[in-house]
T-cell receptor
Framework: QKEVEQNSGPLSVPEGAIASLNCTYSDRGSQSFFWYRQYSGKSPELIMFIYSNGDKEDGRFTAQLNKASQYVSLLIRDSQPSDSATYLCAASGYSTLTFGKGTMLLVSP | DTGVSQNPRHKITKRGQNVTFRCDPI?????LYWYRQTLGQGPEFLTY????????KSRLLSDRFSAERPKGSFSTLEIQRTEQGDSAMYLC??????????????FGPGTRLLVL
């Protein structure tokens, strides 16, 4: 059974701070990992993906992957109230995605 | 690029009725996926198509569920004899089909189903 685990939160950070979201996965065969943002009542929106060990930066977002530890993280720098949403981590395998339950992020002004 | 579209956006039905949802993928995307999401959970994979071929189905997809993609473009998901437990958001996603197992899926707005 492939599983992706996330802390459900909420994770509360003040505006301008760094938010750190974490995810672990069970299937060592997973090749790539995706972070989606989901606002309440809306569908998931892709933030970024990562395939290789290490860091990948895209604007205010940095994804980190450690395949040995089966650990993925997303850092959001200079957090804004508009970043308040649920962040979904997903692992790919055999053309489908396995999602975690998501972590709710609350950014207070 | 108009994105993935889904219709209807909302559906309320009575238990025992049949419902059908439609998904139009991003133009020229070969792969199309269906997921179901309930409150507090992440999306759960239901099935996916490569062009018109249905390549994988989840155990979640009971006999009451059927999906088609007859011409390799839009897809329909039908639920027969709906049950209250079918109430969920049904999400469609598409991908180019060029990147193997690691390609990015883009989601549509979803169809929210409520079974009374």
């Amino acid at each position: 059974q492939k599983e992706v685990e996330q802390n459900s939160g909420p994770l509360s950070v003040p505006e301008g701070a760094i938010a750190s979201l974490n995810c672990t996965y069970s299937d060592r065969g997973s090749q790539s990992f995706f972070w989606y943002r989901q606002y309440s009542g809306k569908s998931p929106e892709l933030i970024m993906f990562i395939y290789s060990n290490g860091d990948k930066e895209d604007g205010r977002f940095t994804a980190q992957l450690n395949k040995a530890s089966q650990y993925v993280s997303l850092l959001i720098r200079d957090s804004q109230p508009s970043d308040s949403a649920t962040y979904l981590c997903a692992a790919s395998g055999y053309s489908t995605l396995t999602f975690g339950k998501g972590t709710m992020l609350l950014v207070s002004p | 690029d108009t994105g993935v579209s889904q219709n209807p956006r909302h559906k309320i039905t009575k238990r025992g009725q049949n419902v059908t949802f439609r998904c139009d993928p991003i133009s020229e995307h070969n792969r199309l996926y269906w997921y179901r999401q309930t409150l507090g959970q992440g999306p759960e994979f239901l099935t996916y198509f490569q062009n018109e071929a249905q390549l994988e189905k989840s155990r979640l997809l009971s006999d009451r569920f059927s999906a088609e993609r007859p011409k390799g473009s839009f897809s329909t998901l039908e639920i027969q004899r709906t049950e209250q437990g079918d109430s969920a958001m049904y999400l469609c996603a598409s991908s180019s089909g060029q990147g193997g197992d690691s390609e990015t899926q883009y989601f549509g707005p979803g169809t929210r189903l409520l079974v009374l």
